[in-house]
């Protein structure tokens, strides 16, 4: 990936894209793809990939093991395609969902694979230990704009946590605030509204005992120049300096992901192309909605591969 397009972007996907299977058919088809698995499970003691293989569906899906499980399979799947579709161009930006910004700075150098992956399975214990502390979950609105759901959260006490894309943003806030806030968001006409399957109130105040944790995670890390300029979720605005992306990861985990204003301005800065790379396609759907014009491929699967190389 020496070629720098200016018209690309290589997005990660977050929590919520795993599923039992995911990585097995790239481990069966890619020396590039096993290697990575075996770097995970050789790194966390245990074997991570027969949980992606194999499952069982509710423990891959515990917060602790989906987080370094999608981000494994997702530099699985970018080592694979970057061996074979050899013409997968460097992109302008990198940029991940939540979770997907640790896989932006593997792939985009400022972290090694194996301090990354401990790191996503630290986030994700000390994600999961906040939610404990303050029992709490998010919920995805559908259909009310930006003022409407703040009206929302300030009556609820709940808080805006994704800004997904046009007419859909997700809330966070312990069970009584969020309980409060689906009833007060019907009532004021949302169209849809779907409580999210996770562990705690991420993307919210009640994951400062996390950020505190990861500080002392990251503070011996590491951290790199990135190779390419990764957008992030707290500002919409590319970081690039190994200061400013540990600074990153520490706040994204207790305010809002700014997901659609990330796209809009990779969009603006002249990206016509996203490669959405791990499993799911999760963020397409969004991207779509962002940018109706916007040419979106997929990188999930052996197939998927083969198709770019095609």
Not at 93 to 110: C, D, K, N, R
Not at 196 to 204: D, E, N, R, T
Not at 256 to 280: K, L, N, R
Request: aromatic share 4%; net charge negative.
């Amino acid at each position: 990936m020496a070629e720098r397009a200016g018209g690309s972007a290589f997005v990660f996907p977050g929590q919520g894209s795993q599923k039992v299977g995911m990585g097995r058919d790239l481990c069966d088809n890619f020396a590039s793809a096993r290697e990575v698995f075996e770097e995970a499970d050789e790194s966390l003691g245990f074997p991570l990939s027969r949980l992606c293989f194999e499952g069982p569906e509710d423990e891959l899906a515990q917060t602790v093991n989906a987080q370094p499980a999608i981000m494994t399979v997702s530099i699985a799947c970018l080592k694979a395609a970057a061996g074979v579709a050899g013409k997968l161009i460097c992109p302008a930006f990198m940029a991940g969902h939540s979770l997907g910004e640790y896989t932006a700075l593997v792939a985009a150098e400022v972290l090694d694979f194996a301090d990354a992956v401990r790191l996503t399975r630290r986030r994700g214990e000390l994600m999961q230990e906040a939610g404990e502390q303050v029992p709490g979950g998010m919920a995805a609105v559908i259909g009310l704009d930006m003022v409407s759901v703040e009206e929302v959260c300030q009556e609820s006490g709940a808080q805006i946590s994704n800004l997904n894309s046009p007419g859909q943003i997700v809330i966070s806030g312990s069970r009584e605030s969020l309980v409060r806030a689906m009833d007060l968001a019907r009532a004021m006409g949302a169209r849809y509204i779907m409580p999210l399957k996770v562990s705690g109130a991420f993307h919210s105040h009640l994951m400062q005992p996390a950020a505190e944790g990861m500080a002392e995670a990251i503070s011996n890390l590491e951290f790199r120049t990135p190779s390419v300029p990764i957008v992030v979720n707290s500002t919409a605005q590319p970081a690039s300096t190994p200061a400013e992306l540990k600074d990153e990861l520490l706040k994204q985990l207790s305010t809002c992901v700014h997901w659609q204003e990330s796209v809009e301005y990779m969009v603006d800065a002249g990206v016509d192309t996203f490669v959405e790379i791990g499993p799911g396609q999760v963020l397409n759907g969004l991207i779509k909605r962002i940018n109706q014009g916007a040419r979106i491929l997929n990188v999930e699967d052996s197939n998927s591969i083969t198709s770019m190389s095609a």
